[in-house]
């Protein structure tokens, strides 16, 4: 059987600090993302041109975010990865 990042991610849910940190920072700009696309959405109903393209950045900008957050998380799931195999091989 090959481990995948995805069960791994469930199997060291809760029993790693990293993982915990990480998975929580995630949530925490996937919300931060969703409130600036709504707010971004309000601003184009309203036809606020400034406010759009403030909340247009901000939309980048918490993009931005969580893409280096959900980087961080695999790049940190590899790690459980390695620990893993080698775990297998002694």
């Known amino acids: 059987m090959i481990l995948g990042v995805e069960s791994l991610s469930m199997t060291t849910a809760g029993k790693c600090a990293d993982c915990t940190k990480l998975w929580k920072e995630y949530a925490e700009t996937i919300h931060a993302q969703l409130e600036t696309l709504r707010r971004s959405h309000a601003n184009a109903l309203k036809e606020e041109g400034l406010a759009l ?16 957050v959900r980087k961080a998380l695999n790049e940190h799931q590899v790690t459980h990865l390695i620990q893993e195999l080698e775990a297998r091989q002694s």
């Open 53 to 68: 393209m403030k909340s247009e950045w901000q939309e980048r900008t918490s993009a931005k975010k969580r893409q280096k």
